[in-house]
């Protein structure tokens, strides 16, 4: 049993180092993305974690060797608050945060809705993203209007029995999700796994609000970021927005 360990370590340990990831990826093409600060995750072949800038990120590397490559980073609230007026949350498109990505707006409430409006670095709105109230016995759901597509609805149910596309786009969207620890260090109920559809068409899923995988080509990623921001919690996160 010693002997087979030996080989094995000595096998890893004369193993050629992986491929370096890229610094950074384009946010507009990507597929799979968590919001946190893990760079590289703990695994045999690299214990421990490493943590950078919070940021979004996209999953890449190997089994033995997975990497957080970012493609778009987070404002602090103070940021937020002193660059774009208003605003709950900023993205960034450089590490120095000097190129504004998008903002997302400050919650205007409207009977049981609450909206943020996701705006691009000239002010420009892009799309809208809603939550929901709940009845008493359900949970708030969540809708994203992009102008020149139809609504999509995001729920934690869908209405008919889930195909095997939607059966194995579920499974390796959760495989994808198990693979990235959390970041943030904060215990969390049970994740919620969120199926945005279109009628019958699948658009993203997302579990935890942090773990997003998006199958919509044309969907905006800034949409799509703007939902871990603000949180599938019991009470989302206003950001920067006092109200």
Same mark, same amino acid.
């Given at each position: ?73 987070? @404002?602090?609230?103070?940021? !937020? ?6 605003? &709950?949350? $900023?993205?960034? +498109?450089? *590490? ?51 102008? @020149?597509?139809?609504?999509? !609805? ?6 008919? &029995?889930? $195909?095997?596309? +939607?059966? *194995? ?71 920067? *927005?006092?109200?």
């Amino acid at each position: 049993m010693a002997f087979g360990r030996g080989r094995s370590e000595r096998a890893r340990s004369e193993a050629p180092p992986p491929p370096l990831p890229p610094e950074q990826v384009d946010w507009r093409g990507v597929r799979t993305f968590v919001l946190g600060m893990v760079w590289r995750p703990h695994t045999p072949e690299q214990p421990g974690n490493t943590f950078g800038d919070r940021a979004i990120r996209v999953p890449m590397g190997t089994e033995q060797h997975p990497v957080n490559v970012p493609c778009a980073y987070a @404002g602090s609230d103070e940021e !937020t608050a002193s660059r774009v007026a208003g605003a &709950a949350f $900023t993205l960034y +498109e450089d *590490a120095a945060h000097e190129r504004l990505l998008c903002s997302v707006m400050g919650p205007v409430k409207e009977g049981r809705t609450c909206s943020y409006e996701v705006r691009d670095a000239t002010g420009t709105p892009v799309g809208t993203l809603s939550r929901v109230a709940g009845g008493r016995f359900t949970r708030h759901t969540w809708r994203i209007d992009q102008p @020149g597509h139809p609504q999509i !609805t995001g729920a934690g149910e869908i209405t008919s &029995a889930p $195909t095997k596309t +939607e059966k *194995a786009f579920v499974t390796a969207a959760r495989l994808v999700a198990a693979a990235i620890p959390e970041a943030e260090g904060v215990k969390t109920k049970k994740p919620r796994t969120l199926y945005w559809m279109i009628g019958d068409q699948e658009v993203m899923l997302s579990e935890a609000s942090k773990k997003m995988t998006i199958t919509a080509d044309w969907l905006d990623r800034r949409l799509a970021f703007a939902f871990p921001l603000i949180g599938d919690d019991d009470k989302p996160r206003h950001g920067a *927005a006092t109200s």
